[in-house]
């Protein structure tokens, strides 16, 4: 159950940091417009909430284990990319992930 409320952390972390580039990317006529809209109000928000299901994860994850479900962001992150702002997932970046996602599954072992 914990290992399950860290990767929806995670999770929620990187649809998080999706949202933040997603703002960053566009151009604000009025003076705070790069702090005051809603991709940086509910990415900042997710990233709250993460922070909260990371610290309620821990009390039943190890804290050896820990880093390694946190690898699996770059995962998510590539993915939602991809999806989202339509960026290429190159071949290098397809190998590192391939990379992380067997170093996650060997240290699982």
Do not use: H, W
């Not at 949202?19 to 509910?42: E, H, R, T, W």
């Not at 996602?101 to 240290?107: C, Q, R």
């Amino acid at each position: 159950m914990y290992i399950g409320i860290f990767l929806c952390s995670v999770f929620i972390a990187s649809v998080s940091q999706v949202l933040l580039k997603k703002s960053a990317m566009k151009q604000y006529d009025y003076k705070f417009g790069d702090y005051l809209n809603p991709y940086v109000i509910c990415g900042y928000g997710l990233l709250f909430l993460s922070m909260f299901l990371t610290i309620l994860a821990y009390r039943g994850v190890d804290l050896k284990t820990g880093p390694v479900i946190e690898a699996t962001s770059y995962v998510f992150v590539a993915v939602l990319s991809t999806v989202f702002l339509k960026e290429k997932v190159t071949n290098k970046k397809k190998i590192g992930l391939l990379i992380i996602v067997i170093g996650v599954l060997v240290s699982n072992l």
